[in-house]
């Protein structure tokens, strides 16, 4: 069941938006996979996502901490990897520093 980013973010702020959101990353992949499931017509399941969409999910959910839009709680989170976009990302920021170099 491979999906979009676009669709993995609507379906995690429609989650966000509602009363009672999940408040932990685990609950709302789960909240998303059970969505993408039944839009599908695929069987409910409670493991989450998977392969591509597991990493999609990873990044939609440290791009709404970005965003400001959820803030992390647990602090001692150390590992990371790299974002899909980040060599796009870093020569963006790269040539704003030249330009402010100017």
């Not at 989650?15 to 996979?33: C, H, Q, V, W, Y």
């Not at 017509?41 to 839009?69: H, K, P, T």
């Not at 899909?84 to 870093?90: K, Q, V």
């Amino acid at each position: 069941m491979k999906t979009t980013k676009s669709e993995i973010r609507r379906i995690a702020l429609d989650f966000l938006s509602r009363t009672n959101p999940p408040l932990d990353k685990f609950g709302l992949e789960i909240a998303i996979a059970k969505a993408l499931a039944r839009e599908r017509g695929l069987a409910q399941y409670n493991d989450g996502l998977s392969g591509e969409n597991s990493v999609m999910f990873d990044e939609v959910f440290w791009d709404l901490i970005v965003e400001r839009v959820i803030s992390p709680t647990d602090r001692d989170q150390v590992r990371f990897r790299l974002h899909s976009a980040a060599w796009e990302n870093l020569k963006k920021l790269e040539q704003a520093r030249e330009r402010s170099l100017l």
